[in-house]
């Protein structure tokens, strides 16, 4: 079964349908540059409405560890998102097991080291924005990644939506898909045609596979 990962959640309705919906993983964005940005206070209520059994994921790109370990704290973060170079520094100071991100770029993917990456929960492709981080809601090529063998489950993110989401799980086989922009009205407001569209797409392509 492919998992879902819904990212950029700013309204405990929109947290409420993800759940709902079936979702494994609901992502609260801290970067400060992310149109998609969510305070200490925010992401606290946000995460009220949470049920057992969904893990709430935090993200974070130049943050710092006193700043990283409160979100984990007040949100109850069960998974730290990291965009940027992973360093033994973070798997060492943030409390929380790390998702660690790789950036695709000019048919390429920055992976961590292995001695880093064993040490991570899962990893995360995504498409490299102009600054070297992700977020962009622009696919890559999936050829990238197809076929790697990592010691970690793989999350693919970068452009998915409900028309392709499909075609990136039968090219990729990922353990998790990654959507924000693609099941949005707007940035940070999901739209719930777009969410139900998108699950309900994961869960046929599932369903033919077997």
């Not at 993800?18 to 206070?41: K, N």
């Not at 710092?64 to 984990?72: F, G, Q």
């Not at 197809?146 to 028309?163: E, M, V, Y």
């Amino acid at each position: 079964m492919t998992r879902v990962k819904i990212c950029g959640l700013t309204r405990p309705a929109d947290v409420s349908l993800a759940c709902e919906l079936g979702a494994s993983y609901v992502g609260f964005v801290f970067a400060a540059d992310s149109p998609r940005r969510v305070d200490i206070s925010a992401a606290r209520q946000l995460s009220e409405s949470v049920p057992a059994g969904v893990q709430r994921v935090g993200v974070f790109v130049d943050e710092s560890y006193p700043d990283i370990a409160e979100a984990v704290a007040e949100a109850g973060l069960d998974l730290v998102q990291v965009h940027r170079l992973l360093r033994d520094e973070d798997l060492e100071k943030i409390p929380a097991p790390v998702l660690t991100v790789a950036r695709v770029e000019g048919g390429a993917a920055a992976v961590p080291p292995p001695e880093l990456l064993s040490r991570c929960r899962a990893i995360l492709f995504d498409t490299a924005g102009q600054d070297r981080q992700g977020g962009t809601g622009r696919r890559f090529d999936w050829g990238v990644v197809a076929g790697q063998r990592l010691p970690i489950p793989l999350f693919l993110a970068g452009g998915l939506d409900s028309d392709n989401v499909e075609a990136a799980i039968r090219q990729v086989c990922p353990f998790a898909v990654d959507v924000s922009s693609g099941v949005e009205s707007e940035p940070g407001r999901k739209d719930p045609a777009r969410m139900t569209d998108f699950f309900r797409a994961v869960r046929q392509t599932d369903e033919r596979a077997s």
